[in-house]
């Protein structure tokens, strides 16, 4: 791994590793998104949940409460970084400060591998904190795949890409999302942090078939399934909301996916309507039903 | 990029985009409504339609989603603004503020810096609320209070501790001359109204509507804010206690005393002697200083 932290961070953090579990995940384990809700729980009885995935843009700020708090998780969970912050197809350049710290984070908690999405979310100076699509064209997958590669090296671990939910699809492209999508992996040797439910809302958005994006991945490069719950507006319109259990039309996309390419590492998000701890871990449960 | 040419299309293209997406949203119906019709032509006819919504339908969705996300995150940073003035009045502040203010880094909860500063200036008087309390308005220098005490927390909150100062000073004149230098992680807090404990008790309940403001406290109560190892603690202080840490902040121990001192009743001043080394314990304890500038 790329020795980004000091000497001193080193040692402390060598100080600490001597008593956490071990980093690596389980090829088939199941882990849950790391939410504050959860917190009281998870500090009292210390479920039985394979990982958790903490989202980066939490833990790399100054405070020294949320580190304090990720670290305490690390010592009985490996733990997994999903970002929403790189802005990997933003026109700018990507921000060197944020990298510097986000290798210095995944470095703290030993993060076996660290994702974040395929897609821009700000520009011009301003950021929008969303997760924005963008025609699929040639020039982008050259873009996409240098940046990713580059955000691999200076992580020193696997980088996965997530693909998109989105509502829009653009005239100027000249591929299908996972004709892109694919594309950047290949080229930047990196990986895929796949989405089912992304796959799924996308597909009823724009009219494609989800099986047939499912077939088109290459599973031994995948390094976590992510599964979630989404909302149908009234219009047919599917809003991926991350509120709710997940729909039996997504279980049945991830059993077509494990069926092509498992066993991988599998990730509940739930960020809103955040349910009790013991009711998300029993909704990551029926991942293995789904398996079956 | 491949070359220049490219990267003009794409700084173009997110240029459009994020104009749309910081498009405000229409109040008029009494609902926040995407103004769709104000959307930039080229990007909405560079959208295709989709199986269940036009266009203009598809680029509204994220519309409605850039300001949403942003409304949640000053309620939740400023959670007993939010209450006392509604979600509806707290939203068009909201939008006004991200408006002049974009959020700019990558740490969301960032975005929110700035806000109590700019709702201060900002108010009328009194302050308009919408919703079913019978209230209709509310004394802005309430909301400025109310906008001034979230702010407080989440400053506290936010600071990295610092190690505490437990001064060692035996000779009286040098510690009369020494400065003590505040900490960033500890804050005095006045109130007015008893906002502080209704911030507590707002904490466990949900609402979107305007809540009361409880009548006005018979005497000003001061608070300690300090943050700890693993919370956000509130002590209260006496009302002469709270100016000194104020005036230690500001000046050395000698002239902190002097302009205290000098603002007390004779009844005041003759406890003075004995309060003043209770108070400067304490605010040792509480954390209030990091060192000293001499």
Known sequence: MTPVARASDAAAMHTRAMQRVPAELARDALGLGLRVPHYPYLFEHWPNVGYFEAIS???????????????????????????????????????????????????????????????????????????????????????????????????????????????????????????????????????????????????????????????????????????????REPSGTIVDTHDRPVAEAVWKLYASAWRKGGPFPTLLEWDDNIPSMPDAIAELQRARAARA | MSDDRDAAWLVDFQRRFSSMLRAPLDRSSGTLRAVRERYDRDLVDGVTPGPTATPVERLAIYNRQYWFRLFGVLHGAFPLTTRLLGHWTMNDYAARFFLEHPPRHWDIDSAATDFDAFLSGVLPEPVTVLGPTGQPTVESAAVREAVTIDGAYRRVFSMSPVPHFRPAIADPAELMRTRLRPSPTALVLEERWPLVRLRDELSTVAGEVPVPLPPRLPETQWWALVRQPSATGRFPLARREAQLFSLLAKYSVGEALANLEADCTNEERARLPVQVQQWLARSVDLGFWTGTDQ
């Open chain 1, 57 to 231: 843009e939490n833990f790399l700020g100054d405070g020294p409460v949320p580190r304090q708090t990720l670290e305490r998780v690390r010592s009985n969970y490996p733990i997994v970084l999903h970002g929403v912050g790189l802005n990997l197809l933003g026109h700018a350049d990507l921000d060197e400060a944020y990298l510097d710290r986000l290798a210095r984070l995944a470095d703290a908690v030993d993060a076996p591998f660290v994702t974040d999405h395929l897609c821009w979310t700000g520009a011009h100076g301003v950021t929008h904190h969303d997760l924005l699509p963008l025609p699929y064209v040639d020039d982008l997958v050259e873009m996409a795949a240098k940046r990713a590669r580059e955000v691999q090296r200076r992580l020193g671990r696997p980088f996965g890409v997530e693909n998109l939910s989105s509502y829009v699809e653009f005239r100027e492209s000249t591929m299908t999302e996972w004709e892109f999508y694919t594309a950047v992996v290949r080229e930047a040797g990196c990986s895929f942090m796949l989405d089912v439910n992304n796959i799924y809302v996308s597909s009823q958005n724009h009219g494609f078939d989800p099986e047939a994006y499912v077939a088109t991945i290459d599973f031994s490069r995948v390094l976590q399934v992510h599964v979630a719950g989404h909302t």
